[in-house]
């Protein structure tokens, strides 16, 4: 809860006390207030700091980043954590790789806009920019093709958006459009050196999943950077996942299968203008399934959070 208060804390102070005599340093406080709410978007999401769903909800309510919907990122989010489909161009909603397939489908500008994205600059620029545009697409297609859910996640979303948006204009001074340029895109890019090479395709299911030993960032990621130990304790929260590591380092990095890299700087030093993946699936989804266009789905709740199910098949008719 401290750590939440202190976000926006430092949130509003960068913009009503720094802004209007030092805007650039306010700009870079505010960007870092981003990405650390982004943050404990996920450790919220993952059922803290209560008990509580709806009061956890409350402490991430005003979206500092502007564009995802709490309650689209959860659901999303605990998809992903079905490890055994980790990096599945489909199943996996969190990944990066595309089908082959689709991907040949593509238009020859976006192509080429996928193979920087898999560089980490690339990311860090481009990143943001096609995540969240291909995320809203898809929301708001399936929001005209009357789905309640997606639909009513965006409708709080909005009221949260318009709360912080209120504050920028009205209470900071500041222009909209400045906000989502900078702190806005900025946070989300601070967020995607982590996520730059968070999974891969392994055979293993536990090697798809990095661990970053030590980072400046670490506090900025809550800890995130030790992915496979959150991957394996996804309930744990953010502040134990150090100790957990360092009580049995030798067996995490041997369940990963050594997908270890001692810090980000590594990862820039080795993939700053270099692709790290294939933007194709190096193995999975490499034609399009059989009656696909056919396969109709529901929502539905597993395991793994809130998601979709094909719809059961009725029994032959005598």
């Known amino acids: 809860m401290a750590l939440a208060f202190g976000c926006y804390a430092a949130w509003f102070a960068a913009g009503f006390f720094l802004w209007p005599t030092y805007p650039v340093p306010a700009l870079a406080v505010l960007a870092v207030t981003v990405a650390l709410q982004s943050s404990l978007v996920h450790e919220v999401l993952h059922g803290h700091p209560t008990r509580n769903a709806y009061v956890n909800e409350a402490f991430v309510f005003f979206p500092l980043g ?85 639909r009513k996640a965006w ?31 900025l946070g989300q890019s601070l967020i995607s050196i982590r996520t730059f090479a968070e999974h891969q395709w392994s055979e293993h299911p536990d090697g798809r999943t990095i ?6 960032l670490s506090f900025l990621f809550l800890n ?5 130990v959150h991957h394996k304790l996804p309930n744990v929260a953010w502040y134990k996942l150090p100790a957990l590591f360092r009580a049995d380092r030798e067996g995490w990095i041997a369940r990963n299968k050594g997908y270890v890299y001692p810090n980000y700087f590594a990862l820039l030093r080795d993939y700053a203008f270099r692709a790290k993946e294939p933007v194709v699936h190096p193995v999975l989804r490499r034609t399009p399934e059989a009656g696909r266009a056919f396969m109709p789905r529901v929502r539905a709740r597993s395991v793994h959070g809130a998601g979709t199910a094909p719809v059961p098949a009725e029994p032959p008719k005598e």
Not at 171 to 185: D, E, K
């Open 66 to 150: 502007l564009v995802w919907p709490y309650r689209r990122f959860k659901t999303l989010h605990l998809r992903h954590h079905a490890d055994e489909r980790l990096t599945d161009p489909f199943d996996d909603p969190e990944s990066y790789y595309r089908a082959l397939w689709q991907h040949e489908e593509l238009p020859a500008f976006l192509k080429v806009l996928l193979r920087v994205n898999n560089t980490m600059v690339g990311r860090f620029v481009l990143g943001p920019w096609l995540s969240s545009i291909g995320f809203v697409v898809g929301d708001f297609r399936a929001i005209a093709a009357g789905d309640r859910t997606i």
């Open 155 to 185: 409708l709080l979303h909005a009221a949260g958006v318009a709360g912080t948006a209120g504050l920028v204009v009205y209470g900071f001074g500041m222009p909209l459009w400045l906000y989502l340029l900078v702190p806005a895109w």
């Open 211 to 216: 661990i970053v030993e030590r980072s400046p």
């Open 224 to 228: 995130n950077n030790l992915h496979l």
